[in-house]
């Protein structure tokens, strides 16, 4: 069965790094207790920050309204547990800085019962009903990018989306919150499309899953109602498959224009988990509090498969399932593309969807000396967009950003890491990208 | 809960890495040019050995005095001088004078690749580097070959091997001709067979088709390797010989040109030097047709009996251009060429 829906479509280059998923891959999601505090910071997503609507100690329910969008392009948020805003101000954030936001303490004895909304219906709701909706639950993009869901729905003038792509891809190792997602919350999964499809006009779905995980396929194959034109599709492992534009390329075979968006291929590229919570929550009108978040790594003593309520602290978090001794390093989401931390006082945010924590053994393993470029091509090989990392590189220790930018093509490079991966030289190719990448952009709004 | 208050490293994203270095490659090339040394040994005895040794070691010593000299860390660790020194020492006749070839080995380190910035920055292959100035200083000894197999190679080492330094070495034996200058000055080709085996006479590493091939399958194997060099050089060679072979049988055929003289390791060894050629796919194809092209010409309109060498020397200058003109289309782009 899983075999009729393979297909040995795929993406050019790329790599294939051990998939270490086995720790957690079976483990069910389970429910994490609730913090003695929690820390809510105010811009979760990418856009602009929400805007308090509760002053500081009020008592507040779960799902309650705490910050209102400001604009377009951000989302709300919502009380994560019923309990009493403690302080509005600053809180730690995972980039080292302070950033507005609230500390709410849960009533401990509280039933937790979730504030029910205006229910959006999947039936009869017009498309900007279904994208208000989404905003309203202030759902982003879970599988890390945190990008407003609701922003990507929104079809501009004079352009079509013709398909709706699930992203239930899951290229990054250790990570196995969307296989469980799809295991587990089917239903959720399907009516999450059907709000979708709606809302963006979409005459049909495809769920691209890769073939590590064909038990969510077959699953998510065998519910899908009657008469809906959705389709699943498994795909061969590879890194870094769970990017747009590379999902986009090996469902469809067509290519996101250079400095394009999805829908400039006529796609649009929703997570399955994000799915999920569209599915669960609009129904209700429900904003999120919670998501689902792979906690392993070989630091880590109870490796799982959590549903944890959004703000909670990540010392909480580690301290819950417990650490080795020789723990040396924690980093949020996948080991290709997560930013590591150094301050576990920061908390679970929409956008985290793991927690790997590496021990001195890891760090042991890594190799520190770096050697010059020796023009050996594991890195042209592995560039997903055809870039020439090399060169690149070469470019970036010169300082040439312009001829970067200008003939090597640098700021389409999506920064997925895979020329480091591969570079026997241990050159840090991808950091050097992310910062000329930051210095173009700074030079280009001063000018 | 102590554990959680240690200090905790912080690093750029990607955390893991495929675990394959730089001194790794460098090292699995050794490996791989190991049974092609053997070999030589096999076939020429001492004095191949003694040359060897010799190649390695001033190509080791100097890359080391050098590093020292400039105040550097020595960079002999990273294996790519072993590489080098070892190439070098299997593109010399087996008894080539061992002054000759630590000056060369000397030359092909300091011109070849220091003084371009070190590994990652030649031009050129090094090894090549120090047998053309050896070609040019010294060419009648780098033409005069000791036939393979003689009876006494493991008892006695040739007298020319032993040369005293500046001196110019005496020939005891009668030395050998070898199947390209066989081929260039009488029209008789060798025996496919024993080119493949490596049967005949030659330098010390240009000899067994055989080992040449299983050691880069190795590297292909291993990943260390782009395979798309070899092949490129190969059918290049096989598509022009058999086209001017069909025209007139004089000139040698296909598997001759393949099989004889230095192409098999200049293909498999010397012209994969990563740094010295392009970077991307259809680059290194292009490339590879250069090389190819420039082999038949040399052989069969040239008047050296052989060219691996100048093509390759060849193909390494024009890499950056190659690079530079070929780039790959850029994912959601429509142009192949640059524009600024």
């Known amino acids: 069965m899983a075999l009729s829906l393979f297909s040995n479509k795929t993406f050019k280059h790329g790599v294939h790094p051990p998939?270490?998923?086995?720790?957690?891959?079976?483990?069910?999601?389970?429910?994490?207790?609730?913090?003695?505090?929690?820390i809510i910071p105010l811009?979760?997503?990418?856009?602009?920050?929400?805007?308090?609507?509760?002053?500081?100690?009020?008592?507040?329910?779960?799902?309650?309204?705490?910050?209102?969008?400001?604009?377009?392009?951000?989302?709300?948020?919502?009380?994560?547990?019923?309990?009493?805003?403690?302080?509005?101000?600053?809180?730690?954030?995972?980039?080292?800085?302070?950033?507005?936001?609230?500390?709410?303490e849960p009533f401990p004895s509280s039933g937790q019962e979730v504030n029910e909304g205006t229910p959006v219906n999947p039936e009869t709701a017009t498309p900007d009903e279904i994208i208000a909706g989404i905003q309203n639950a202030g759902i982003v993009g879970l599988g890390?990018?945190?990008?407003?869901?609701?922003?990507?729905?929104?079809?501009?003038?004079?352009?079509?989306i013709d398909t709706l792509i699930i992203n239930g891809v899951e290229c990054e190792p250790y990570l196995t919150t969307d296989h469980r997602v799809m295991l587990e919350q089917g239903p959720d999964i399907m009516m999450g499309i059907k709000y979708l499809m709606r809302a963006t006009g979409a005459e049909k779905t495809i769920i691209g899953i890769e073939a590590n995980k064909p038990d969510a396929a077959e699953y998510l194959n065998s519910i899908i109602p009657a008469g809906m034109p959705v389709s699943v599709k498994l795909i061969p492992v590879k890194y870094p498959q769970g990017a747009e534009k590379m999902l986009i390329t090996a469902l469809l075979g067509r290519e996101v224009p250079s400095g394009g968006l999805p829908i400039d291929a006529h796609a649009v590229v929703v997570n399955v988990a994000t799915t999920a919570e569209i599915g669960r929550l609009l129904p209700h009108g429900r904003g999120i509090q919670e998501r689902v978040i792979t906690i392993t790594g070989p630091g880590v003593k109870k490796k799982g498969n959590y549903l944890i309520p959004i703000?909670?602290?990540?010392?909480?978090?580690?301290?819950?399932?417990?650490?080795?001794?020789?723990?040396?390093?924690?980093?949020?989401?996948?080991?290709?593309?997560?930013?590591?931390?150094?301050?576990?006082?920061?908390?679970?945010?929409?956008?985290?969807?793991?927690?790997?924590?590496?021990?001195?053994?890891?760090?042991?393993?890594?190799?520190?000396?770096?050697?010059?470029?020796?023009?050996?091509?594991?890195?042209?090989?592995?560039?997903?967009?055809?870039?020439?990392?090399?060169?690149?590189?070469?470019?970036?220790?010169?300082?040439?950003?312009d001829t970067m930018v200008g003939q090597y093509h640098l700021m389409d490079c999506f920064e997925c890491g895979s020329c480091t991966y591969v570079c026997p030289s241990n050159i840090p190719l991808v950091q050097y990208f992310r910062m000329s990448k930051g210095i173009v952009r700074k030079r280009s709004v001063k000018n | 809960?102590?554990?959680?208050?240690?200090?905790?490293?912080?690093?750029?994203?990607?955390?893991?890495?495929?675990?394959?270095?730089?001194?790794?490659?460098?090292?699995?090339?050794?490996?791989?040019?190991?049974?092609?040394?053997?070999?030589?040994?096999?076939?020429?005895?001492?004095?191949?050995?003694?040359?060897?040794?010799?190649?390695?070691?001033?190509?080791?010593?100097?890359?080391?005095?050098?590093?020292?000299?400039?105040?550097?860390?020595?960079?002999?660790?990273?294996?790519?001088?072993?590489?080098?020194?070892?190439?070098?020492?299997?593109?010399?006749?087996?008894?080539?004078?061992?002054w000759m070839v630590f000056f060369g080995g000397v030359i092909a380190v300091a011109l070849g690749k220091f003084i371009f910035g070190g590994l990652g920055y030649n031009t050129f292959n090094p090894a090549l580097v120090g047998r053309a100035v050896l070609q040019a200083s010294f060419p009648v000894a780098i033409t005069t070959w000791h036939p393979a197999f003689s009876t006494d190679r493991f008892s006695t080492i040739a007298s020319s091997t032993l040369t005293f330094p500046f001196m110019e070495p005496v020939y005891d034996t009668v030395s050998g001709a070898t199947p390209l200058s066989v081929m260039k000055f009488e029209h008789i080709a060798a025996k496919t067979s024993d080119l493949?085996?490596?049967?005949t006479t030659g330098s010390s590493?240009?000899?067994?088709?055989?080992?040449?091939?299983l050691g880069g399958a190795y590297l292909v194997y291993r990943k260390m390797m782009n395979w798309r060099i070899p092949a490129s050089i190969f059918l290049s060679v096989a598509i022009l010989s058999g086209i001017l072979h069909t025209i007139n049988s004089q000139y040698p055929a296909p598997d001759f040109m393949l099989l004889s003289g230095g192409l098999m390791l200049g293909a498999v060894f010397m012209a994969t030097d990563m740094v010295a050629s392009p970077i991307t796919p259809i680059g290194v194809?292009?490339?590879?047709?250069?090389?190819?092209?420039?082999?038949?010409?040399?052989?069969?309109?040239?008047?050296?009996?052989?060219?691996?060498?100048?093509?390759?020397?060849?193909?390494?200058?024009?890499?950056?251009?190659?690079d530079n003109l070929i780039r790959p289309r850029v994912y959601g782009t429509s142009s192949r060429w640059s524009r600024t």
Request: aromatic share 8%.
């Open chain 1, 19 to 38: 998939e270490t998923k086995d720790a957690t891959s079976k483990m069910p999601i389970r429910r994490f207790p609730f913090a003695p505090v929690m």
């Open chain 2, 196 to 199: 493949f085996m490596g049967l």
């Open chain 2, 285 to 322: 194809w292009i490339y590879g047709a250069l090389i190819g092209t420039m082999i038949v010409v040399i052989r069969v309109w040239g008047g050296l009996p052989e060219g691996v060498m100048y093509a390759i020397l060849f193909a390494n200058a024009f890499s950056p251009q190659i």
């Open chain 2, 1 to 98: 809960m102590s554990s959680l208050n240690k200090t905790l490293e912080i690093k750029t994203s990607p955390h893991i890495a495929r675990g394959v270095s730089t001194d790794m490659i460098m090292r699995n090339v050794v490996y791989a040019l190991i049974p092609v040394s053997i070999f030589a040994v096999y076939a020429f005895g001492l004095s191949a050995l003694l040359v060897l040794i010799t190649a390695v070691v001033s190509c080791v010593l100097t890359e080391h005095l050098l590093c020292v000299l400039t105040h550097k860390q020595s960079t002999v660790g990273d294996w790519s001088i072993t590489i080098t020194g070892l190439l070098f020492g299997l593109t010399l006749p087996p008894n080539f004078p061992l």
């Open chain 1, 144 to 160: 890390g990018a945190a990008f407003p869901t609701h922003v990507k729905l929104k079809v501009p003038e004079g352009k079509t």
């Open chain 1, 311 to 401: 703000g909670t602290p990540m010392r909480f978090v580690l301290e819950t399932v417990g650490v080795e001794d020789n723990i040396s390093e924690v980093f949020l989401g996948g080991p290709m593309m997560g930013p590591s931390i150094s301050n576990l006082d920061i908390p679970i945010v929409k956008g985290t969807s793991g927690v790997v924590v590496f021990t001195d053994n890891e760090a042991k393993k890594r190799k520190e000396k770096i050697y010059p470029c020796i023009k050996c091509g594991a890195c042209v090989d592995a560039c997903p967009i055809f870039l020439n990392p090399s060169k690149l590189g070469i470019l970036a220790k010169a300082e040439e950003y």
């Open chain 1, 43 to 104: 811009a979760q997503h990418i856009g602009a920050p929400s805007v308090p609507v509760v002053k500081e100690g009020q008592e507040v329910t779960r799902g309650q309204l705490i910050a209102k969008a400001t604009g377009f392009v951000s989302v709300p948020m919502h009380a994560p547990a019923s309990g009493i805003i403690r302080k509005i101000g600053n809180v730690p954030h995972m980039s080292g800085k302070m950033v507005p936001g609230f500390y709410l």
């Open chain 2, 205 to 213: 590493g240009e000899t067994s088709a055989l080992l040449i091939l």
